[in-house]
């Protein structure tokens, strides 16, 4: 039982100096600390010398302490003022005391802001609740950004640097660091987000992200760009998607035989076009009907226009596309829509 509790005792005295610590580390605590002393101080001497010495009988010392309160404050009602010398000492005291603690916490306060700012310009914030992370500095993770904010506008987004940017997204936060270290990761947001967008030029340091940002996030989407065909089978090995370069070779060497098409995929990828290319999950309303239905559906919308294009459907964990000629298909729940919306105002 003694053993209990000496333990006790010491576990209980560790956690009070651990708090006390905490606490001196913390200026402005210890500001409104003294403040409050020094109140106290002044409150009990102003008791002293005018009511239990002096002639204010009729004051209280929940009286003399508002009076220390608005002293110190400089605020000044005149509702209850000293009538002894030593309540003008006192009072003096009061004043001066108030001033040099006033603008003490003042300064305090604005250091605090100035502090929380520069970390924030610099970079060196720690964001909470972040939704998506996008990692890297290439101007594709720019891309990647101003496209999720056109489409995911109630997200919160963290942009992860190995320095500061130029200029940052409205409402975007950013962290700089080392792309490699777990800390500058964790600063970002990542142990909680939902999506995880890797966009480096450099293959081993996306697989090393991709490997990361599974260690410390088992339940969110990651996906990596990939250069070679090698980094994205390692990245699809691991449950990683991947978004193969070759898709922007491709669209190069459309822009010598088939320039027009290169222009429609820079338009139809951008939600900032007249069209868009959209996925579209399948509700209750569109199950079981077929392709040639679902168009008719469709066709109600007043603001745009939508044409289903392709199928997307999960069969033995794999991945079949099916184009939409066969308008006689049925869609199921766990079908994906791809489609082109066009906006109302645009020919056909």
């Known amino acids: 039982m003694i053993v209990v509790i000496v333990i006790f005792t010491i576990n209980f005295i560790l956690k009070i100096s651990a708090l006390f610590k905490r606490i001196l580390r913390n200026k402005i605590i210890i500001i409104l600390i003294m403040f409050c002393v020094i109140a106290l101080i ?46 003008y000492i006192v009072t003096a005291l009061a004043i001066v005391l108030g001033i040099s603690i006033f603008t003490l916490l003042i300064s305090s306060l604005a250091e605090i802001f100035l502090n929380k700012s520069m970390r924030k310009y610099y970079g060196l914030i720690k964001v909470k609740n972040a939704d998506i992370v996008v990692i890297g500095g290439t101007e594709i993770c720019r891309e990647v950004i101003d496209e999720l904010k056109l489409n995911v506008k109630d ?14 997204p409205e409402d975007i936060e950013f962290v700089v660091g080392n792309l490699n270290d777990e800390e500058t990761l964790k600063r970002a947001g990542i142990e909680k987000a939902d999506n995880i967008i890797i966009c480096t030029f450099d293959d081993s340091l996306s697989i090393h992200l991709a490997l990361l940002s ?12 990939a250069i070679s065909k090698k980094t994205e089978e390692l990245l699809n090995e691991i449950n990683v998607n991947s978004i193969p370069l070759r898709i922007i070779g491709r669209t190069l060497a459309s822009t010598v035989f088939e320039p027009s098409v290169a222009e429609f995929i820079e338009e139809a990828t951008s939600a ?3 069209v868009d290319l959209i996925e579209i999950d399948v509700d209750k309303n569109l199950v079981d009907k077929t392709l040639k239905e679902i168009i008719e559906v ?22 079949k596309r099916i184009p ?25």
């Open 298 to 319: 469709f066709k109600d919308k007043k603001k745009y226009k939508i044409r289903p294009l392709m199928i997307v459907r999960k069969e033995y964990n794999t991945i």
């Open 42 to 87: 002044n409150s009990f001497l102003f008791y002293y010398f005018e009511v239990l010495i002096g002639p204010q009988k009729n004051l209280s010392y929940v009286h003399c302490f508002y009076w220390a309160i608005v002293t110190m404050a400089t605020v000044g009602y005149g509702d209850i003022v000293p009538q002894t010398v030593e309540g």
């Open 214 to 225: 599974k260690k410390l996030n088992k339940n969110a989407k990651i996906t990596a760009l």
């Open 155 to 168: 997200s919160k987004m963290t942009w992860v640097l190995e320095s500061q940017p130029r200029s940052v």
């Open 272 to 274: 900032k076009g007249i």
């Open 324 to 348: 939409v000629t066969d308008e006689e298909i049925k869609i199921s729940k766990e079908d994906k829509i791809v489609a082109l919306k066009i906006k109302e105002q645009t020919k056909q």
